[in-house]
């Protein structure tokens, strides 16, 4: 849907539309991620709806121009409710021929593609294993091309104050930012604010960002290149505070609400490992709410080091993705022996080994499942949207307390660097989950018996080393029930080991009933769980406006499993499980429920788009 306007300002025309998917694509010195985030900050003001995609080079230094070193950055807002990033792209700006090659093709026909025309020389071609000029060969008829000379026009507006050649190349990307806010009709005040703040012992770069902005912006009011701007009124969000938020931010202010929620400082123990590490830096920056960061020399210090934390009364979290988690696997082994509350955070990324570690997957369930010796079961909590991350954390954390256990927290890199508008909540409607730790002999001859528990949640007092009279032991040997003696009874041990695992499935009576969304009983049920959750929403409104019988159901807990999953499963003739692996959890709805559920899998480092999951359901529907 779209209205024509004419705008008295240009001779251009305005068109009036709902929604739009913009990709920003070059190197990573090119700032496409500072691009897009600006550019999504803008919006996101003006009252949008939005979704992002941040995708990053898997390398860390790939050679520029190359196709291993393109970064990406998509952004889909609209004035209407935004589920996913957008399947297709109506504008690419791509700054060099890798960046175009690697993104063309998911560029609609008839879309708008700007190019920086001054980075597509022989070597440059040659880099990006280009035999020909897609600029001249006329591979690009389908789209609307807008060949720019980035970086003549970049050096040209900032030629007189007397910067490098360097220096003012790398300000192109505020150039073609200022042509996109024009072709959205987008203010450039919040990012002038931001070049301000970003530069401010820097003032020369701080002019020039400012001007090589302004200028991308008076290049399209100056020439008759783009005949028609386009203009997306606000979305009615719910009346509130919003900010934009990605899931590691998310992550980070639900662990600091956790903390003031249960009166217990935060410690977080992590070493760095992408997608995780964001976690680490935002945390840092919260030393006045009492946080504690602690970067490890590797992964098995990070989980110990919040171990002790968790012994001596502190809510302790430790973040990593998949080839961390491998290397936790003992130490949580020992927070599962000794029943004490930590939860750690898997951001996935592709595998294995190195894989993908800037490409989103959802293939470390299993390992979150069973990726211990022994029997070992922990709890499993998965968020399934950037804002959702900072519900996601509070239940972690609050079920951990509750039940004196370790609980595993699923992101993925999709979730961790996408972002999307979050409607601050009050903090007096978050309830609070007080600790109370033991102070007391709790034996009737006057001792402390650290393994009597409590009969309805089977967790284990809490004390905090140092408190007089409630002495214990610790460490990985088994406990002798109740009186937590190192013991080597058998029956024991069995007797431990059972009462470990009933624990975990008491939570259930923690966990309400779920309810599907959509249609409660008919043709399709779809289960997924984690980021697939707007693809499926988008694909399953799509589906019920064309009449389709399909409901939704998607899990946050993963383990235990919401008590009356089977019931509802029982409503439906199909069952459709889509996730981001080979079938981890349709392995396990199937062993568990002995249903025929179907698996949609795709292993490729991208998120599910709308159609993929359309395609399917009409498959399986009408069949």
């Not at 496409?32 to 996101?44: D, K, L, R, Y």
């Amino acid at each position: 849907m779209s209205t024509l306007i004419d705008s008295p300002l240009t001779k251009s025309r305005r068109e009036k539309i709902d929604q739009a998917v913009i990709r920003f694509a070059g190197d990573s010195g090119d700032g496409m991620q500072i691009t897009g985030s600006q550019f999504t900050n803008t919006v996101a003001l003006y009252g949008n709806d939005i979704a992002t995609f941040p995708d990053f080079p898997a390398e860390i230094r790939a050679p520029a121009g190359t196709l291993p070193g393109v970064s990406g950055y998509q952004l889909h807002f609209s004035s209407n409710d935004v589920y996913t990033p957008g399947d297709a792209v109506d504008v690419l700006i791509a700054m060099n021929p890798a960046a175009l090659k690697v993104n063309v093709a998911d560029l609609k026909a008839n879309g708008i593609l700007i190019v920086n025309s001054d980075s597509f020389k022989e070597t440059d071609l040659r880099k990006a294993q280009m035999t020909s000029n897609p600029l001249e060969d006329h591979s690009l008829d389908k789209f609307r091309l807008f060949s720019v000379e980035l970086e003549r026009l970049t050096r040209v507006a900032l030629e007189h104050l007397g910067l490098d050649a360097k220096s003012m190349d790398r300000c192109k990307n505020f150039f073609a930012l200022g042509m996109c806010y024009w072709l959205y009709n987008r203010s450039m005040d919040s990012t002038v604010r931001w070049i301000e703040d970003k530069f401010k012992n820097k003032p020369l770069l701080v002019e020039a960002n400012k001007l090589a902005m302004k200028a991308g912006y008076s290049y399209c009011e100056a020439t008759e290149a783009f005949q028609i701007s386009y203009e997306i009124p606000p979305a009615q969000l719910a009346p509130g505070v919003y900010r934009n938020l990605s899931g590691n931010q998310a992550l980070a202010l639900g662990f600091i609400t956790a903390s003031q929620k249960s009166g217990l400082r935060l410690f977080q123990g992590s070493y760095p490992i992408t997608p995780a590490s964001d976690i680490l830096h935002e945390l840092s920056q919260y030393k006045d709410f009492g946080v504690m960061t602690f970067q490890a020399e590797d992964e098995i210090a990070a989980i110990t080091s919040a171990i002790g934390a968790a012994y001596a009364g502190a809510l302790a979290i430790t973040t990593t993705s998949g080839p961390g988690m491998a290397l936790k696997t003992e130490a949580m082994g020992l927070a599962v022996a000794v029943e004490i509350p930590l939860v750690v955070c898997d951001i996935q990324r592709g595998g294995p080994s190195t894989g993908l570690p800037t490409k989103t997957e959802q293939a470390d369930l299993l390992q979150a499942l069973f990726g211990r010796n022994s029997e070992a079961p922990i709890p499993i909590v998965a968020a399934a949207t950037p804002s959702d991350c900072f519900w996601a954390a509070l239940e972690a954390s609050r079920l951990a307390i509750k039940y004196m256990v370790p609980v595993i927290l699923l992101s993925d890199g999709y979730l961790a660097n996408g972002a999307e508008p979050w409607r601050i909540p009050d903090a007096a409607d978050i309830p609070a989950f007080p600790v109370h730790f033991a102070t007391e002999p709790n034996s009737p001859t006057g001792g402390y018996l650290p393994y009597k528990r409590d009969p309805q949640t089977l967790a284990r007092p809490w004390a905090v080393p140092g408190t007089p009279g409630l002495e214990h032991r610790i460490g990985g040997l088994e406990k002798q029930d109740v009186s937590g003696n190192i013991n080597y009874e058998p029956l024991n041990h069995e007797k431990m080991v059972r009462i470990r695992a009933a624990k975990v499935a008491a939570i259930a009576q923690d966990i309400p009933d779920i309810e599907p969304t959509g249609d409660a009983e008919g043709d399709l049920l779809i289960i997924a769980w984690g980021s697939t959750h707007g693809a499926i929403t988008a694909a399953v409104k799509a589906q019920r406006a064309e009449g389709r019988k399909v409901g939704h159901v998607h899990l946050r807990h993963l383990n235990p499993l919401p008590s009356n999953l089977g019931e509802v499963i029982k409503r439906y003739k199909k069952v459709l499980v889509p996730e981001l692996n080979m079938g981890q959890l349709l392995w396990v709805l199937r062993a568990k429920y002995l249903v025929d559920a179907v698996g949609l899998n795709k292993i490729q480092g991208r998120p599910f788009k709308q159609v993929e999951l359309e395609q399917k359901i009409e498959e399986m529907v009408d069949a």
